[in-house]
């Protein structure tokens, strides 16, 4: 999936997306098994227990991948040889167990130093990689904080016994969890700052082709779509453009005034935007000035 991600995504940002929604994915899997899952739900606890260490040696992958796609290109590197030896050991592990020469538990200290090694790689190389925003580089290096300590907490656990926990995964699953967490908020205001710009664009694009009087695209908007109809002609052959002016506009101003005119060109606008009483336009808009006029 890794693989066929970097053959067929090709935008940067979409990538870093699909690859901690795959870390979030495999995670969710491990900590589904790591918590006795196959006790209520499975009647093979075997199977439970070969997903359990797969998942485990494999889903570092993506969070790699991830910060491989975050750091100074002169950095990755160090990434590819990482990852390298993670798809390695997961390999070497499968082959091993499958070939009943060495069980996967026997293995989990190898997955532990490729697991490790990994992390320290992401510290060393966030900290070295500038970044033109220096508070997105704050707040991925906060976010990695936790899972490194849930890390240690872990490895503490599990060869020493200095801290008794029911579990040898549960503080680096607290803090995968609050990674995801400052992931998740920090996804949830990248998309709101972006629905705030494509607002503003939207509003300074109608501002820039809009009359504010009348609300009618102006000369501005009529020379992009001409832009347009030069550029695809077969498409636009049955275009029909009409030309047509306010007879006495001027007299109207000087006579009565400016304010008197913007309201006769608002009543046009009107009667011109109403398509189907198109044949009675030239009366109504008589009737309509006159109307002004005397008011």
Wanted: aromatic share 12%; glycine share 6%; with cysteine.
């Amino acid at each position: 999936m890794i693989t066929a991600s970097l053959i067929i995504i090709k935008d940067k940002e979409s990538r870093r997306l699909w690859y901690i929604g795959l870390f979030a994915v495999l995670f969710s899997i491990y900590s589904a098994s790591e918590n006795r899952f196959n006790l209520y739900m499975t009647a093979n606890p075997y199977l439970m227990y070969l997903i359990n260490f797969i998942v485990f040696a494999a889903f570092p992958l993506p969070l790699l991948m991830f910060f491989r796609e975050s750091v100074n290109k002169n950095y990755k590197k160090f990434y590819n040889v990482i990852i390298g030896a993670g798809l390695v050991n997961l390999t070497v592990q499968m082959a091993l167990h499958f070939g009943r020469i060495l069980d996967l538990r026997e293995m989990l200290l190898a997955t532990h130093i490729v697991d490790f090694g990994g992390l320290i790689i992401i510290i060393c190389t966030l900290l070295k990689t500038p970044y033109d925003v220096s508070e997105r580089k704050r707040r991925t290096l906060l976010s990695i904080i936790p899972i490194g300590l849930g890390m240690c907490l872990d490895l503490l656990t599990h060869y020493t016994h200095f801290i008794e926990s029911a579990s040898n995964s549960f503080y680096t699953q607290v803090g995968i969890l609050l990674f995801l967490a400052m992931g998740a908020g920090s996804v949830i205001k990248t998309v709101l700052n972006s629905y705030k710009e494509n607002f503003k664009n939207r509003y300074y694009k109608m501002m820039a082709f809009q009359d504010g009087l009348t609300g009618l695209y102006n000369r501005a908007a009529f020379m992009e779509e001409q832009k347009q109809i030069d550029r695809n002609r077969k498409k636009y052959q049955n275009v029909i453009c009409i030309c047509a002016d306010v007879n006495n506009l001027k007299q109207i101003n000087d006579e009565d005034g400016h304010l008197i005119g913007d309201q006769v060109l608002c009543r046009v606008t009107i009667a011109c935007s109403q398509e189907k009483r198109w044949r009675h336009v030239p009366n109504e808009l008589t009737i309509e000035c006159m109307s002004i006029k005397r008011q």
